[in-house]
Protein backbone atom coordinates (compact mmCIF):
# COMPACT_ATOMS: atom_id res chain seq x y z
CA UNK A 1 0.00 0.00 0.00
CA UNK A 2 1.55 3.64 -0.76
CA UNK A 3 2.24 5.75 1.79
CA UNK A 4 -0.20 8.66 2.54
CA UNK A 5 1.69 11.61 1.35
CA UNK A 6 -0.69 14.42 2.40
CA UNK A 7 -3.87 14.39 4.06
CA UNK A 8 -6.71 16.56 3.76
CA UNK A 9 -6.28 17.85 7.59
CA UNK A 10 -2.63 18.81 6.42
CA UNK A 11 -2.92 20.04 3.43
CA UNK A 12 -5.63 22.47 4.74
CA UNK A 13 -3.20 23.55 7.22
CA UNK A 14 -0.89 24.20 4.95
CA UNK A 15 -2.33 25.94 2.67
CA UNK A 16 -5.11 28.06 4.31
CA UNK A 17 -7.89 26.36 2.05
CA UNK A 18 -10.70 24.61 3.27
CA UNK A 19 -11.53 20.77 2.51
CA UNK A 20 -15.15 19.77 1.22
CA UNK A 21 -14.79 16.39 2.60
CA UNK A 22 -11.80 13.96 4.18
CA UNK A 23 -9.09 13.01 1.71
CA UNK A 24 -5.86 11.34 1.73
CA UNK A 25 -3.20 11.18 -1.24
CA UNK A 26 -0.20 9.16 -1.90
CA UNK A 27 0.95 11.87 -5.02
CA UNK A 28 0.46 15.00 -6.15
CA UNK A 29 -0.10 15.82 -10.10
CA UNK A 30 -0.78 18.46 -12.10
CA UNK A 31 -1.71 16.71 -15.67
CA UNK A 32 -4.79 14.16 -15.59
CA UNK A 33 -3.20 12.53 -18.26
CA UNK A 34 -0.53 10.73 -16.22
CA UNK A 35 -2.05 10.74 -12.89
CA UNK A 36 -1.73 8.39 -10.71
CA UNK A 37 -4.50 6.65 -8.52
CA UNK A 38 -4.89 8.46 -5.15
CA UNK A 39 -3.22 11.69 -6.39
CA UNK A 40 -4.03 14.92 -5.30
CA UNK A 41 -4.87 16.69 -9.13
CA UNK A 42 -3.29 20.64 -8.75
CA UNK A 43 -5.09 22.41 -11.32
CA UNK A 44 -2.84 24.83 -12.46
CA UNK A 45 -3.41 27.85 -14.97
CA UNK A 46 -0.76 27.77 -17.81
CA UNK A 47 -1.33 27.36 -21.30
CA UNK A 48 -4.94 26.17 -20.41
CA UNK A 49 -6.92 25.99 -16.91
CA UNK A 50 -6.21 23.37 -15.16
CA UNK A 51 -9.93 23.46 -13.85
CA UNK A 52 -11.30 22.00 -17.14
CA UNK A 53 -9.36 18.85 -16.52
CA UNK A 54 -10.63 18.39 -12.92
CA UNK A 55 -13.78 16.19 -14.23
CA UNK A 56 -11.13 13.88 -16.39
CA UNK A 57 -8.77 13.98 -13.06
CA UNK A 58 -11.22 12.08 -10.69
CA UNK A 59 -11.95 10.14 -13.73
CA UNK A 60 -8.59 8.53 -13.83
CA UNK A 61 -7.94 8.02 -10.23
CA UNK A 62 -7.76 11.21 -8.31
CA UNK A 63 -8.95 10.99 -4.93
CA UNK A 64 -9.09 15.35 -4.59
CA UNK A 65 -8.56 18.50 -6.18
CA UNK A 66 -6.92 21.72 -5.50
CA UNK A 67 -9.01 24.09 -6.95
CA UNK A 68 -10.12 28.11 -6.74
CA UNK A 69 -13.78 26.69 -6.88
CA UNK A 70 -15.83 24.17 -7.90
CA UNK A 71 -16.04 23.36 -11.66
CA UNK A 72 -18.33 22.71 -13.85
CA UNK A 73 -19.42 18.97 -14.17
CA UNK A 74 -17.83 17.71 -11.13
CA UNK A 75 -20.17 16.45 -8.59
CA UNK A 76 -20.66 17.11 -4.91
CA UNK A 77 -19.03 13.71 -3.68
CA UNK A 78 -15.88 14.46 -5.73
CA UNK A 79 -13.69 16.16 -2.54
CA UNK A 80 -12.06 19.73 -3.65
CA UNK A 81 -9.29 21.45 -1.63
CA UNK A 82 -10.52 25.25 -2.33
CA UNK A 83 -8.25 27.88 -1.83
CA UNK A 84 -7.43 31.67 -3.04
CA UNK A 85 -4.87 30.82 -5.43
CA UNK A 86 -3.71 27.65 -6.73
CA UNK A 87 -0.37 28.34 -7.71
CA UNK A 88 0.49 29.97 -4.29
CA UNK A 89 -1.30 26.79 -2.55
CA UNK A 90 1.19 24.49 -4.20
CA UNK A 91 3.88 26.96 -2.82
CA UNK A 92 2.39 26.86 0.34
CA UNK A 93 2.40 22.17 0.06
CA UNK A 94 6.37 22.51 -0.99
CA UNK A 95 7.19 24.82 1.76
CA UNK A 96 5.34 22.56 4.21
CA UNK A 97 6.91 19.82 2.60
CA UNK A 98 10.44 21.23 3.13
CA UNK A 99 9.58 22.05 6.98
CA UNK A 100 8.37 18.69 7.77
CA UNK A 101 11.37 16.44 6.34
CA UNK A 102 15.39 16.33 8.07
CA UNK A 103 16.44 15.70 4.29
CA UNK A 104 19.81 17.23 3.47
CA UNK A 105 18.64 18.76 -0.07
CA UNK A 106 21.22 20.27 -2.94
CA UNK A 107 19.93 22.75 -5.28
CA UNK A 108 21.15 22.76 -8.71
CA UNK A 109 21.65 25.91 -11.57
CA UNK A 110 23.22 26.79 -14.08
CA UNK A 111 23.63 27.82 -17.88
CA UNK A 112 24.23 24.08 -19.19
CA UNK A 113 23.99 20.45 -17.12
CA UNK A 114 21.71 20.97 -14.74
CA UNK A 115 19.52 17.96 -15.68
CA UNK A 116 22.27 16.43 -16.10
CA UNK A 117 23.92 16.90 -12.48
CA UNK A 118 20.36 16.55 -11.04
CA UNK A 119 20.48 12.93 -12.04
CA UNK A 120 23.78 11.96 -11.26
CA UNK A 121 22.96 13.20 -7.61
CA UNK A 122 19.84 10.78 -7.77
CA UNK A 123 22.22 7.96 -8.38
CA UNK A 124 24.94 9.42 -5.85
CA UNK A 125 22.59 9.66 -3.07
CA UNK A 126 20.82 6.88 -3.83
CA UNK A 127 22.46 3.91 -2.05
CA UNK A 128 23.25 6.39 1.17
CA UNK A 129 19.29 6.26 1.90
CA UNK A 130 15.63 7.52 0.58
CA UNK A 131 16.40 9.90 -2.31
CA UNK A 132 13.86 12.59 -4.08
CA UNK A 133 14.32 13.97 -6.90
CA UNK A 134 11.84 15.13 -9.87
CA UNK A 135 11.57 12.95 -12.89
CA UNK A 136 11.92 15.42 -15.59
CA UNK A 137 12.85 18.94 -15.63
CA UNK A 138 10.70 20.61 -13.33
CA UNK A 139 12.80 23.85 -12.61
CA UNK A 140 10.55 26.73 -13.10
CA UNK A 141 7.91 28.60 -10.43
CA UNK A 142 5.51 25.89 -10.56
CA UNK A 143 7.88 22.69 -11.37
CA UNK A 144 9.94 23.31 -8.02
CA UNK A 145 7.23 23.33 -5.55
CA UNK A 146 5.07 20.51 -6.90
CA UNK A 147 8.37 18.80 -6.58
CA UNK A 148 8.86 19.79 -3.08
CA UNK A 149 5.24 18.86 -2.60
CA UNK A 150 5.68 15.12 -3.68
CA UNK A 151 8.46 14.77 -1.10
CA UNK A 152 8.16 12.59 1.44
CA UNK A 153 8.95 13.15 4.99
CA UNK A 154 10.90 10.36 5.63
CA UNK A 155 13.05 11.79 2.69
CA UNK A 156 17.15 11.61 3.45
CA UNK A 157 18.06 13.56 0.51
CA UNK A 158 16.88 15.37 -2.24
CA UNK A 159 18.05 16.91 -5.86
CA UNK A 160 16.24 20.50 -6.66
CA UNK A 161 16.67 21.82 -10.59
CA UNK A 162 16.37 25.32 -10.33
CA UNK A 163 16.02 27.37 -13.71
CA UNK A 164 15.07 30.52 -15.39
CA UNK A 165 14.62 33.03 -18.33
CA UNK A 166 14.79 36.19 -16.15
CA UNK A 167 16.54 37.99 -12.67
CA UNK A 168 14.86 37.25 -9.93
CA UNK A 169 13.53 33.74 -10.96
CA UNK A 170 15.56 31.83 -8.85
CA UNK A 171 15.87 33.32 -5.73
CA UNK A 172 12.13 32.61 -4.89
CA UNK A 173 13.05 29.03 -5.98
CA UNK A 174 15.95 28.84 -3.56
CA UNK A 175 14.24 30.39 -0.69
CA UNK A 176 11.75 27.51 -0.77
CA UNK A 177 13.65 25.03 -1.51
CA UNK A 178 16.80 26.38 1.64
CA UNK A 179 19.05 23.77 0.09
CA UNK A 180 22.08 22.88 2.08
CA UNK A 181 24.46 22.81 -0.60
CA UNK A 182 23.86 24.71 -3.86
CA UNK A 183 25.51 24.29 -7.16
CA UNK A 184 26.31 26.53 -10.07
CA UNK A 185 27.81 24.41 -12.95
CA UNK A 186 28.60 27.31 -15.13
CA UNK A 187 27.45 30.08 -17.02
CA UNK A 188 26.77 30.60 -20.40
CA UNK A 189 25.62 32.47 -23.07
CA UNK A 190 21.95 31.28 -22.81
CA UNK A 191 18.83 33.56 -22.78
CA UNK A 192 21.01 36.47 -24.01
CA UNK A 193 18.09 37.99 -25.04
CA UNK A 194 17.00 38.86 -21.83
CA UNK A 195 20.51 39.75 -20.43
CA UNK A 196 22.89 42.35 -20.96
CA UNK A 197 26.07 40.37 -20.51
CA UNK A 198 27.43 37.02 -19.29
CA UNK A 199 28.22 38.99 -15.93
CA UNK A 200 24.03 39.76 -15.95
CA UNK A 201 23.71 35.86 -16.54
CA UNK A 202 26.01 34.80 -13.43
CA UNK A 203 24.62 37.69 -10.79
CA UNK A 204 21.11 36.08 -11.57
CA UNK A 205 22.38 32.21 -11.38
CA UNK A 206 23.66 33.53 -7.70
CA UNK A 207 20.48 34.15 -6.49
CA UNK A 208 20.50 30.38 -5.70
CA UNK A 209 22.70 31.37 -3.24
CA UNK A 210 19.83 33.35 -0.98
CA UNK A 211 18.07 29.97 0.30
CA UNK A 212 21.25 28.64 1.21
CA UNK A 213 21.13 27.33 4.52
CA UNK A 214 23.36 28.51 7.12
CA UNK A 215 26.40 27.01 7.11
CA UNK A 216 25.63 25.57 3.93
CA UNK A 217 28.37 25.08 0.93
CA UNK A 218 28.25 27.00 -2.34
CA UNK A 219 30.06 24.93 -5.36
CA UNK A 220 31.33 26.73 -7.42
CA UNK A 221 32.94 26.13 -11.24
CA UNK A 222 36.76 27.77 -10.69
CA UNK A 223 37.48 26.98 -14.26
CA UNK A 224 34.95 29.68 -15.51
CA UNK A 225 35.74 33.44 -15.50
CA UNK A 226 33.01 34.14 -13.36
CA UNK A 227 34.31 32.10 -10.13
CA UNK A 228 35.55 35.13 -8.14
CA UNK A 229 32.19 37.24 -8.64
CA UNK A 230 30.18 33.91 -7.45
CA UNK A 231 32.93 33.19 -4.68
CA UNK A 232 32.47 36.83 -3.62
CA UNK A 233 28.63 36.82 -3.96
CA UNK A 234 28.88 33.54 -1.30
CA UNK A 235 31.47 35.07 0.76
CA UNK A 236 29.22 38.21 1.52
CA UNK A 237 26.54 35.73 2.33
CA UNK A 238 28.84 34.01 4.58
CA UNK A 239 28.98 30.59 2.88
CA UNK A 240 31.59 28.03 2.78
CA UNK A 241 32.83 28.07 -0.89
CA UNK A 242 34.07 24.73 -2.68
CA UNK A 243 35.48 24.91 -6.04
CA UNK A 244 35.53 22.18 -8.78
CA UNK A 245 37.26 22.05 -11.97
CA UNK A 246 40.90 21.44 -13.80
CA UNK A 247 42.58 24.72 -12.37
CA UNK A 248 45.47 23.76 -9.91
CA UNK A 249 43.59 25.22 -7.41
CA UNK A 250 40.37 23.32 -7.25
CA UNK A 251 38.78 21.98 -4.15
CA UNK A 252 37.60 19.49 -6.32
CA UNK A 253 40.23 18.71 -9.25
CA UNK A 254 39.87 17.35 -12.31
CA UNK A 255 43.25 16.11 -12.49
CA UNK A 256 43.11 13.22 -15.72
CA UNK A 257 40.19 12.70 -18.39
CA UNK A 258 39.71 9.94 -20.82
CA UNK A 259 36.99 9.89 -23.11
CA UNK A 260 35.76 6.52 -24.57
CA UNK A 261 33.32 5.44 -27.23
CA UNK A 262 30.77 4.26 -24.19
CA UNK A 263 32.33 5.74 -20.89
CA UNK A 264 34.12 8.31 -19.50
CA UNK A 265 37.19 8.06 -16.88
CA UNK A 266 37.88 10.56 -14.68
CA UNK A 267 40.89 10.69 -12.18
CA UNK A 268 40.41 13.64 -9.33
CA UNK A 269 41.33 14.91 -6.13
CA UNK A 270 38.43 15.65 -3.60
CA UNK A 271 40.14 17.93 -0.93
CA UNK A 272 43.57 16.04 -1.63
CA UNK A 273 41.75 12.48 -1.38
CA UNK A 274 42.51 10.98 -4.53
CA UNK A 275 39.81 9.51 -6.82
CA UNK A 276 39.31 7.35 -9.96
CA UNK A 277 36.06 6.04 -10.93
CA UNK A 278 34.24 5.81 -14.28
CA UNK A 279 30.90 7.49 -15.56
CA UNK A 280 28.71 5.20 -17.66
CA UNK A 281 28.64 7.73 -20.87
CA UNK A 282 31.04 9.51 -22.90
CA UNK A 283 32.18 13.11 -22.29
CA UNK A 284 34.48 15.27 -20.87
CA UNK A 285 31.64 17.87 -19.83
CA UNK A 286 30.14 15.19 -17.79
CA UNK A 287 33.36 14.73 -15.63
CA UNK A 288 33.26 18.12 -14.67
CA UNK A 289 29.33 17.48 -13.95
CA UNK A 290 30.42 15.07 -11.73
CA UNK A 291 33.01 16.65 -9.97
CA UNK A 292 30.63 19.06 -8.72
CA UNK A 293 27.98 16.49 -7.71
CA UNK A 294 30.30 14.46 -5.89
CA UNK A 295 31.75 17.57 -3.98
CA UNK A 296 27.96 17.98 -3.06
CA UNK A 297 27.47 14.69 -1.86
CA UNK A 298 31.04 14.85 0.51
CA UNK A 299 29.35 18.10 1.42
CA UNK A 300 26.46 16.95 2.82
CA UNK A 301 27.49 13.67 4.95
CA UNK A 302 26.45 10.95 2.16
CA UNK A 303 28.63 8.19 1.14
CA UNK A 304 31.37 9.06 -1.37
CA UNK A 305 32.44 5.49 -2.10
CA UNK A 306 29.09 4.61 -3.34
CA UNK A 307 28.48 7.67 -4.96
CA UNK A 308 31.54 6.96 -7.04
CA UNK A 309 30.30 3.70 -7.79
CA UNK A 310 27.19 5.01 -8.37
CA UNK A 311 28.47 6.46 -11.24
CA UNK A 312 29.72 3.65 -13.07
CA UNK A 313 26.03 2.69 -14.20
CA UNK A 314 24.86 6.43 -14.68
CA UNK A 315 23.31 7.28 -18.11
CA UNK A 316 22.21 10.00 -19.50
CA UNK A 317 18.74 11.23 -19.41
CA UNK A 318 16.30 11.35 -22.28
CA UNK A 319 17.11 13.62 -25.00
CA UNK A 320 20.47 14.62 -23.27
CA UNK A 321 23.13 12.20 -25.22
CA UNK A 322 20.98 8.80 -24.70
CA UNK A 323 21.92 5.93 -27.49
CA UNK A 324 19.73 3.85 -29.61
CA UNK A 325 20.53 1.30 -32.39
CA UNK A 326 18.37 1.69 -35.74
CA UNK A 327 18.63 -1.63 -37.90
CA UNK A 328 18.50 -0.99 -41.24
CA UNK A 329 16.35 -3.55 -43.17
CA UNK A 330 14.57 -6.57 -41.78
CA UNK A 331 16.61 -7.99 -38.66
CA UNK A 332 18.90 -5.33 -39.23
CA UNK A 333 20.19 -7.24 -42.46
CA UNK A 334 21.63 -4.10 -44.25
CA UNK A 335 23.05 -3.07 -41.27
CA UNK A 336 22.88 -0.51 -38.22
CA UNK A 337 23.13 3.63 -37.86
CA UNK A 338 24.00 4.75 -33.99
CA UNK A 339 21.71 7.97 -32.60
CA UNK A 340 22.74 10.29 -30.53
CA UNK A 341 20.00 11.78 -29.18
CA UNK A 342 20.86 15.33 -27.74
CA UNK A 343 17.69 17.06 -29.03
CA UNK A 344 16.05 18.48 -25.50
CA UNK A 345 18.01 21.74 -25.66
CA UNK A 346 21.18 23.79 -27.39
CA UNK A 347 23.87 26.33 -26.69
CA UNK A 348 26.76 26.87 -27.89
CA UNK A 349 28.63 25.50 -24.86
CA UNK A 350 26.62 22.13 -24.96
CA UNK A 351 26.68 22.59 -28.52
CA UNK A 352 30.50 22.02 -28.66
CA UNK A 353 30.12 19.13 -25.77
CA UNK A 354 28.12 17.01 -28.19
CA UNK A 355 30.06 17.19 -30.90
CA UNK A 356 33.05 16.10 -28.99
CA UNK A 357 30.72 13.01 -28.02
CA UNK A 358 29.93 12.76 -31.95
CA UNK A 359 33.81 12.79 -32.67
CA UNK A 360 34.61 10.34 -29.87
CA UNK A 361 31.78 7.79 -31.15
CA UNK A 362 33.58 5.00 -33.17
CA UNK A 363 31.76 4.50 -36.76
CA UNK A 364 32.03 1.33 -38.38
CA UNK A 365 33.94 1.15 -42.04
CA UNK A 366 32.98 -1.26 -44.50
CA UNK A 367 29.50 -2.39 -43.80
CA UNK A 368 27.09 -0.26 -45.72
CA UNK A 369 27.29 1.22 -49.58
CA UNK A 370 29.82 4.28 -48.49
CA UNK A 371 32.87 2.25 -47.50
CA UNK A 372 33.31 4.65 -44.91
CA UNK A 373 31.53 4.80 -41.99
CA UNK A 374 30.87 9.00 -40.63
CA UNK A 375 30.08 10.47 -37.68
CA UNK A 376 27.15 13.24 -38.84
CA UNK A 377 25.65 16.13 -37.17
CA UNK A 378 21.75 17.14 -37.17
CA UNK A 379 21.81 20.79 -35.97
CA UNK A 380 18.84 23.17 -35.13
CA UNK A 381 19.12 26.39 -34.45
CA UNK A 382 20.45 27.41 -30.88
CA UNK A 383 17.74 29.93 -29.19
CA UNK A 384 17.70 33.09 -26.73
CA UNK A 385 21.18 33.93 -27.69
CA UNK A 386 20.44 38.01 -28.13
CA UNK A 387 21.92 39.92 -30.76
CA UNK A 388 25.31 37.90 -31.82
CA UNK A 389 23.09 34.73 -32.22
CA UNK A 390 23.92 34.71 -35.72
CA UNK A 391 27.86 35.29 -35.24
CA UNK A 392 27.59 32.32 -32.14
CA UNK A 393 26.38 29.91 -34.78
CA UNK A 394 29.01 30.67 -37.23
CA UNK A 395 31.80 30.32 -34.91
CA UNK A 396 31.21 26.88 -34.43
CA UNK A 397 32.68 26.72 -37.46
CA UNK A 398 36.13 27.23 -36.06
CA UNK A 399 35.67 24.10 -33.42
CA UNK A 400 38.46 21.95 -32.43
CA UNK A 401 35.49 19.68 -31.95
CA UNK A 402 34.71 19.55 -35.96
CA UNK A 403 37.74 17.91 -36.67
CA UNK A 404 36.64 14.79 -36.12
CA UNK A 405 33.23 15.46 -37.88
CA UNK A 406 32.41 14.41 -40.90
CA UNK A 407 29.00 16.16 -42.51
CA UNK A 408 26.73 18.92 -40.93
CA UNK A 409 22.82 18.66 -42.05
CA UNK A 410 21.15 21.86 -40.46
CA UNK A 411 18.12 24.05 -40.39
CA UNK A 412 16.77 26.94 -38.97
CA UNK A 413 17.56 30.36 -39.71
CA UNK A 414 20.33 30.97 -37.35
CA UNK A 415 21.76 27.63 -38.46
CA UNK A 416 21.93 28.73 -42.11
CA UNK A 417 24.90 31.62 -40.68
CA UNK A 418 26.97 27.80 -39.49
CA UNK A 419 26.06 26.01 -42.80
CA UNK A 420 27.39 28.71 -45.00
CA UNK A 421 30.37 29.06 -42.60
CA UNK A 422 30.92 25.37 -42.77
CA UNK A 423 34.47 24.59 -45.12
CA UNK A 424 32.57 22.48 -47.98
CA UNK A 425 34.04 19.06 -46.98
CA UNK A 426 31.66 19.24 -44.19
CA UNK A 427 28.86 21.06 -45.69
CA UNK A 428 25.86 18.95 -45.68
CA UNK A 429 22.84 20.02 -46.54
CA UNK A 430 20.86 23.25 -45.09
CA UNK A 431 16.66 23.31 -44.55
CA UNK A 432 14.28 26.08 -43.66
CA UNK A 433 12.47 23.65 -40.38
CA UNK A 434 13.12 20.47 -38.31
CA UNK A 435 10.20 18.70 -40.46
CA UNK A 436 12.57 19.09 -44.14
CA UNK A 437 15.17 18.10 -42.21
CA UNK A 438 13.83 15.38 -40.53
CA UNK A 439 12.52 14.04 -44.43
CA UNK A 440 15.86 14.08 -45.58
CA UNK A 441 17.61 12.54 -42.63
CA UNK A 442 16.79 8.96 -43.89
CA UNK A 443 18.70 9.53 -47.22
CA UNK A 444 21.42 11.15 -45.35
CA UNK A 445 22.36 8.15 -43.16
CA UNK A 446 24.07 4.84 -44.27
CA UNK A 447 25.05 1.55 -41.88
CA UNK A 448 27.91 2.33 -40.08
CA UNK A 449 27.03 5.62 -39.27
CA UNK A 450 26.97 7.76 -36.00
CA UNK A 451 23.90 10.44 -36.03
CA UNK A 452 23.56 13.07 -33.55
CA UNK A 453 20.86 15.69 -33.00
CA UNK A 454 20.86 18.48 -31.14
CA UNK A 455 19.27 21.99 -31.24
CA UNK A 456 16.86 23.81 -28.86
CA UNK A 457 13.78 22.72 -27.60
CA UNK A 458 11.80 25.40 -29.55
CA UNK A 459 13.47 24.66 -32.64
CA UNK A 460 11.98 20.84 -32.59
CA UNK A 461 14.94 18.80 -33.21
CA UNK A 462 12.65 15.65 -31.61
CA UNK A 463 11.19 15.11 -35.07
CA UNK A 464 14.35 14.66 -36.32
CA UNK A 465 15.26 11.81 -33.78
CA UNK A 466 11.89 10.39 -34.23
CA UNK A 467 12.32 10.11 -38.18
CA UNK A 468 15.95 8.45 -37.61
CA UNK A 469 14.27 5.90 -35.21
CA UNK A 470 11.91 5.03 -37.53
CA UNK A 471 14.14 3.92 -39.87
CA UNK A 472 14.09 0.64 -38.87
CA UNK A 473 13.70 -1.56 -35.66
CA UNK A 474 15.17 1.31 -32.48
CA UNK A 475 16.94 -0.02 -29.80
CA UNK A 476 18.05 2.09 -27.12
CA UNK A 477 21.67 1.64 -25.83
CA UNK A 478 22.79 0.37 -22.67
CA UNK A 479 26.03 2.72 -22.15
CA UNK A 480 27.34 0.86 -19.90
CA UNK A 481 27.42 -2.26 -22.28
CA UNK A 482 30.67 -3.26 -23.25
CA UNK A 483 32.77 0.14 -21.71
CA UNK A 484 36.46 -0.52 -20.25
Known amino acids: ????????????????????????????????????????????????????????????????????????????????????????????????ARARTNAKIVGVTGSVGKTGVKEMLRACLSPSGATHAPEKSFNNHWGVPLTLARMPAATKYAAIEMGMNHRDEIAPLSRLTRPDAAIITTIAPVHMAAFGSETDIAYAKSEILQGLQPGGAAILNRDIPHFARLRDVARTRGQKVISFGAADDADVRLTNVRVVDRSTVVKASLHGRELMFKIGA??????????????????????????????????????????????????????????????????????????EVLGAAPAIDGVGRITKGRRIAFLGDMLELGPEEHAMHAAIAEADELAEIDQIHSCGSLMKSLHDALPMAKRGEWFENSTELAAHARRALDAGDVAMVKGSLGSRMAVVVEAIRKIGAAERIDVTEGAD
Open 1 to 96: MAETLWTSEAADVATGGVSDAPWSANGVSIDSRSLGKGDLFVALKDVRDGHEFVATAFETGACAALVERRPDGVGDDKPLLIVPDVLEALEHLGAE
Open 282 to 355: PGRHLAMNALSALAAVDAIGADLGRATLALSTWTTPEGRGSRWRVALGAGGTDGHVELIDESYNANPTSARAAL
